[in-house]
Structures are given as structure tokens and as C-alpha cells.
């Protein structure tokens, strides 16, 4: 069965600094890793989508890695803005079509 | 339309009252799923369509829950008799295929069983 965890649960760090997001899978036969963002009360961005054959993806100040023998990803996010404060989810898609979440990562950008 | 709608926002239903939420995905994508978020960040799939067919509906209670996505209709995700513990907000998504595909997620229902 698989499951997806993200550490850390929670993570404040000051404005202007490079931070890194974590995302575990226990099993690696996954057709892609999507990032997501959740600002409270609202529905899910999506941020970048990796396939299985590819190792990364970046969109602006972000980039995702994916090491799928290690089952990992990580989300870097660079020059960090209070803008940034949200939930990021990780979910990766199984060989099955179902798409299993972590249980999110809660980043706070101090100004 | 360009943006996955679900309505309503906001759903309040007394234990044991039927509830009915609605899902329009985005034109031309072929896949809906269904996913509830129970607690903050505990997401569990539901049901997902290929149009109107069902594609994968392991994650659907067995009891209480139905969905259908009919042609030229929103689709729908129908809870008989809810619950307490089906409180949560219930996100609706689409592809345009279901593999290899970014899934694009609304904006979320709200239900609260009291």
C-alpha cells in the first residue's frame, strides 16, 4: 500500500531565505509526483507535475526533484516571499490511477 | 469553462439529511474525480469518471455515497443520510486524460453535518 509522507509537518523561516520541502513514497512504481499548494480555505494549486521518467521540473522559483529508486521529492523554493505562506501537498499517481496525498507541509515566510 | 466549478461553497445538512454537491470540470477534459478532506490535510479519493462512466470507484463508501456525471450536466456526488463523520470538504477535480495528466482541483465544497 502505498504511502507518502512530508517532513517536516510544519516550517517558518524569515523572508529572502532558499528552503526545501520533503516528500517520501514507499513504493516507487508511480506514473508521476505532482506538487500542490493550499492557501486556507481554499482548493488546490497546482505547481509543478513530474512523470516518472523525468528527475525535475521548475516553474519560476521553484523546482521539484524526483529520485524514484529512493522514493523521494523534494520542492525547492528559492528567495522565499510571505506570499509563499500556504499548505504544500505532495500526491504521486499510481500504477493503478489513484493518486495518494501526503499530509502536507505548513510553510509560514515571516516578513 | 477554463476553471473546474463546484457549488455549492457552503453546504450545512442536519444527521440524516440527503446532500447533493455538483462539479463542472473543465471544457474538453475527459476525467472527474471526486477526493474528501477529511481533517486539514487528509485527502482520500473517491470515484473518478471517464465522461459518463465510472472509472474508479474503489475509494466510494459502499453505503451512502453516489456520484454520476451525466452528458451536458454537472456532475454529482449525492450523500443519503449523512453523518457527522462526513463532514469535510470534498474537492472535485479533472484531466483531460488520467494518465500522465496534471489534475486540475476546484475550489471545494464545505459540508458540515451537524
Known amino acids: 500500500k502505498q504511502e507518502v509522507t512530508q517532513i517536516p509537518a510544519a516550517l517558518s523561516v524569515p523572508e529572502g531565505e532558499n528552503l526545501v520541502l520533503n516528500c517520501s513514497f514507499t513504493?516507487?512504481?508511480?506514473?508521476?509526483l505532482q506538487w500542490f499548494r493550499q492557501d486556507p480555505g481554499k482548493g488546490l494549486t497546482s505547481l509543478l507535475l513530474i512523470q516518472s521518467s523525468q528527475r525535475e521540473q521548475t516553474s519560476g522559483r521553484l523546482n521539484a526533484s524526483l529520485d524514484k529508486s529512493s522514493g523521494r521529492s523534494t520542492l525547492y523554493i528559492a528567495a522565499s516571499q510571505p506570499g509563499d505562506s500556504a499548505t504544500y501537498l505532495c500526491?504521486?499517481?499510481?500504477?493503478?490511477?489513484?493518486?495518494?496525498f501526503g499530509k502536507g507541509t505548513r510553510l509560514h515566510i515571516l516578513p | 469553462g477554463e476553471e473546474v466549478a463546484q457549488t455549492p461553497k457552503h453546504l450545512v445538512r442536519g444527521e440524516g439529511q440527503k446532500a447533493k454537491l455538483y462539479c463542472a470540470p473543465i471544457?474538453?477534459?475527459?476525467?472527474v474525480f471526486w477526493y474528501q478532506q477529511v481533517l486539514k490535510n487528509e485527502f482520500k479519493f473517491l470515484i473518478s469518471?471517464?465522461?459518463?462512466?465510472?472509472?474508479?470507484e474503489t475509494g466510494m463508501p459502499k453505503e451512502r455515497f453516489s456520484a454520476k456525471c451525466l452528458p451536458n450536466s454537472p456532475c454529482s456526488l449525492e450523500i443519503q443520510a449523512t453523518k457527522l463523520e462526513d463532514s469535510a470538504v470534498y474537492f472535485c477535480?479533472?484531466?483531460?486524460?488520467?494518465?500522465?495528466?496534471?489534475?486540475?482541483f476546484g475550489p471545494g465544497t464545505r459540508l458540515l453535518v451537524l
Open positions: 469518471f471517464q465522461n459518463e462512466n465510472v472509472f474508479d
Open positions: 471544457k474538453g477534459h475527459s476525467y
Open positions: 500526491a504521486v499517481r499510481n500504477r493503478d490511477d489513484k493518486i495518494i
Open positions: 513504493d516507487s512504481a508511480i506514473y508521476n
Open positions: 477535480a479533472s484531466s483531460r486524460r488520467a494518465k500522465q495528466e496534471t489534475q486540475y
